[in-house]
């Protein structure tokens, strides 16, 4: 355990349906990061907070995805109208200032039949 | 971010040491290298990093090239609970850059 929890770890939904992530980080974690996971490829960076500020999102971050952090802790992820190629591991990572020392959650993993 | 390369998969026997392998040929002069490894069904976890010199931790020594393009992860005695995907990552700027990393698994 990492001290990095994700809710929940796995989604089961279907075409068009709008589904909703959560990453907690560890409490004294300022930065907070996203990332997708699809099946035997490496994790791929969507988009990184530092506190509730959005710092940087990847060209991946369709316009269907939105990413909080309201009061920089928490985060959550949204899809919206989600579609079978969204179907992947969702991972959270949380690190203390520009440490690439990042700790990892156990992941989200969503299906979209 | 320098492009890395590793070997797909590797396989080591049980105690024995493992020594995966990286390429970094592109790495540029403050670029660290860090290591993750990935347990099936879960999230990366860190091992180590380095700039110029080895490293060592509880888990892992790492060993980079004196011309820092390439560098080496060594587990010193192997375990199954090994057996995973090894990531290694040039780079400077967050976030991090995941290949696709060596599968490794450790045979009894």
């Known amino acids: 355990d990492t001290g990095v929890s994700q809710d929940p770890r796995h989604k089961i939904t279907k075409r068009g349906q709008n589904v909703t992530f959560r990453c907690d980080p560890i409490s004294e974690h300022n930065r907070l990061y996203w990332y997708r996971q699809t099946l035997g490829q490496g994790p791929e960076f969507l988009t990184y907070?530092?506190?509730?500020?959005?710092?940087?999102k990847s060209r991946l971050l369709s316009d269907r995805f939105s990413a909080e952090r309201p009061k920089g802790s928490f985060s959550t992820l949204e899809i919206q109208r989600t579609e079978q190629g969204d179907s992947a591991m969702y991972l959270c990572?949380?690190?203390?200032?520009?440490?690439?020392?990042?700790?990892f959650g156990p992941g989200t993993r969503l299906t979209v039949l | 971010d320098a492009k890395t390369t590793q070997p797909p998969s590797m396989d080591c026997a049980e105690g024995r040491a493992a020594n995966l392998p990286c390429n970094h040929s592109?790495?540029?002069?403050?670029?660290?290298v860090y290591w993750y490894r990935q347990i099936h069904s879960q999230g990366p976890q860190y091992i180590i990093h380095?700039?110029?010199n080895n490293e060592t931790n509880e888990m892992a020594s790492l060993i980079i090239t004196e011309d820092r393009k390439s560098s080496t992860l060594i587990l010193p005695h192997a375990t199954l609970r090994d057996t995973a995907v090894y990531y290694c990552i040039a780079g400077l700027r967050t976030p991090l850059v995941f290949g696709k990393g060596t599968r490794l698994s450790v045979i009894a």
């Open positions: 380095g700039l110029k």
């Open positions: 990572a949380s690190s203390l200032g520009s440490s690439n020392e990042q700790f």
């Open positions: 592109t790495i540029s002069g403050n670029e660290y």
């Open positions: 907070f530092q506190n509730e500020a959005q710092l940087e």
